[in-house]
């Protein structure tokens, strides 16, 4: 186990495991370090608030915690923190999944989940946040309206002001905005952006919903992320 505020120098990438089900910690974490990740186990909400720092290159948020529930862990975290972040669910609580990704979670897997399913979803967030796009996604700046994105940089601005979009949001976005006036279905957007050839399609709802807060002047009626209603979702420049 790597202490997170440890000195120790080292390429490997630093996963922060808030859970509080010993069982399901040991588990895991064996899996993860297998896979050449380091582990910090937390198995306290408010330790893992208190503990975090931007060594931390994603976090395993369970939401069952004693002291503070993952939620408000992910909401404090959040508004300090792009650092992508998975949430792990109770089986049929779809409440607790939207709710985690409205407060800004990337992904989330519901129990029982699969060890090596979650190592997956980790390198995939991982990888998106690295900038790493799909090929199809060219490089440079884009512009739309008063929207700004630097696909080297990383960075995204609003009639000049800079935003802080999580990396799907910025992904989902980038993705978009490169292809203008194509309409994706959902399930298109969780393969293409999430890299999923499965899986939950509010994921995608949510992640559209808080990309228009962050960037459109009147989310309730969007100028560029558009709805086509029966099909899916289309970028007007």
């Known amino acids: 186990m790597v202490n997170v505020g440890s000195t120790e120098v080292s390429d490997r990438p630093l996963v922060l495991l808030v859970e509080d089900d010993e069982t399901v910690s040991e588990v895991v974490?064996?899996?993860?370090?297998?896979?050449?990740?380091?582990?910090?186990?937390?198995?306290?909400?408010?330790?893992?608030?208190?503990?975090?720092?931007?060594?931390?290159?994603?976090?395993?948020?369970?939401?069952?915690?004693?002291?503070?529930?993952?939620?408000?862990?992910?909401?404090?975290?959040?508004?300090?923190?792009?650092?992508?972040?998975?949430?792990?669910t109770a089986l049929g609580e779809e409440s607790d999944r939207i709710m985690g990704l409205e407060l800004g979670a990337d992904d989330y897997l519901a129990k029982p989940f699969s060890p090596r399913e979650l190592t997956a979803r980790v390198k995939s967030v991982l990888r998106r946040a690295a900038g790493t796009l799909a090929p199809q996604v060219?490089?440079?700046?884009?512009?739309?309206?008063?929207?700004?994105?630097?696909?080297?940089?990383?960075?995204?601005?609003?009639?000049?002001?800079?935003?802080?979009?999580?990396?799907?949001?910025?992904?989902?976005?980038?993705?978009?905005?490169?292809?203008?006036?194509?309409?994706?279905?959902?399930?298109?957007?969780?393969?293409?952006?999430?890299?999923?050839?499965?899986?939950?399609?509010?994921?995608?709802?949510?992640?559209?919903r808080r990309l228009r807060e962050k960037i459109e002047a009147d989310p309730a009626q969007p100028r560029h992320v558009a709805t086509v209603w029966g099909l899916g979702y289309r970028f007007d420049p």
Request: proline fraction near 3%; hydrophobic fraction near 45%; include cysteine.
């Open 29 to 88: 974490e064996r899996y993860l370090e297998r896979e050449g990740f380091r582990v910090e186990v937390v198995s306290d909400g408010a330790d893992a608030v208190s503990r975090f720092d931007e060594k931390v290159d994603v976090i395993v948020l369970d939401i069952m915690l004693p002291s503070m529930d993952g939620l408000e862990v992910c909401r404090r975290l959040r508004s300090t923190s792009a650092v992508p972040i998975i949430m792990l």
């Open 138 to 208: 060219a490089q440079g700046e884009l512009k739309a309206g008063a929207i700004t994105l630097n696909l080297d940089a990383h960075e995204v601005a609003v009639a000049g002001d800079p935003i802080v979009l999580t990396s799907r949001e910025f992904e989902l976005l980038a993705w978009l905005m490169t292809h203008p006036k194509r309409v994706f279905t959902r399930e298109e957007l969780l393969e293409r952006v999430w890299g999923y050839s499965y899986g939950d399609k509010s994921t995608v709802t949510v992640h559209v």
